[in-house]
């Protein structure tokens, strides 16, 4: 198994900055298309920001603009900067990687989440 450890959530002044970290053992980022989602009470995980294994981006329109996924190969991590950050941001946010192929198959891998909050 693969376990993906989030950090770099917590409190945040509304419209400020917040950077959250995802780590992994080995190169389990590397060659693979990563990103994070968020699930907001009562609501389905929704796509937040993924970063394809070819190097292409696609963000949820509500972050459009200000909010960033990356990658650091050395460290195999992927960040997420947020920035303009609004109390509706408010949620657990989670770390995710599609590996494969492997014997023409790909596993999903989640972390445990990290809360964002976001005051007003």
């Known amino acids: 198994q693969v376990q993906l450890v989030e950090s770099g959530g917590g409190l945040v002044q509304a419209g400020g900055p917040l950077r959250s970290s995802c780590a992994a053992p080995?190169?389990?980022?590397?060659?693979?298309?990563i990103g994070w989602y968020r699930q907001p009470p009562g609501k389905q995980r929704e796509l937040v920001a993924l970063l394809s294994s070819g190097g292409t981006t696609t963000y949820a329109d509500s972050v459009k603009g200000r909010f960033t996924i990356s990658r650091d190969n050395a460290k195999n991590k992927v960040y997420l900067q947020m920035g303009s950050l609004k109390p509706e941001a408010t949620t657990v946010y989670y770390c995710?990687?599609?590996?494969?192929?492997?014997?023409?198959?790909?596993?999903?891998?989640w972390g445990q989440g990290t809360q964002v909050t976001v005051s007003s």
């Open positions: 080995g190169s389990t980022f590397t060659n693979n298309a």
């Open positions: 995710y990687v599609n590996v494969g192929p492997i014997m023409g198959l790909y596993q999903k891998y």
